[in-house]
């Protein structure tokens, strides 16, 4: 059999799944992702991390100094 790919295969598949009266959705469709490894993850061996905001947003006091500052 030939190889469809990319829109048309979407089209086709789409066209499949209307003939049957479903919704094409990733959970019906044949790529499903592997559950059992995500099942038997260990979050304890994940390291702690500090979370630090590179680009904050300014304050509104700041926004406001600014607003001022322009406007003389």
């Known amino acids: 059999p030939k190889r469809i790919e990319g829109k048309k295969a979407m089209l086709l598949l789409d066209k ?26 260990d979050k304890s061996k994940l390291k702690k991390t500090e979370t630090q905001e590179k680009n904050p947003l300014p304050s509104k006091e ?10 003389s």
């Open 16 to 41: 499949q799944f209307l003939k049957k009266g479903q919704t094409p959705t990733p959970a019906n469709m044949s790529d499903k992702p592997d559950m059992a490894e995500i099942e038997k993850f």
């Open 62 to 71: 700041t926004i406001e100094q600014e607003k001022q500052a322009g406007e």
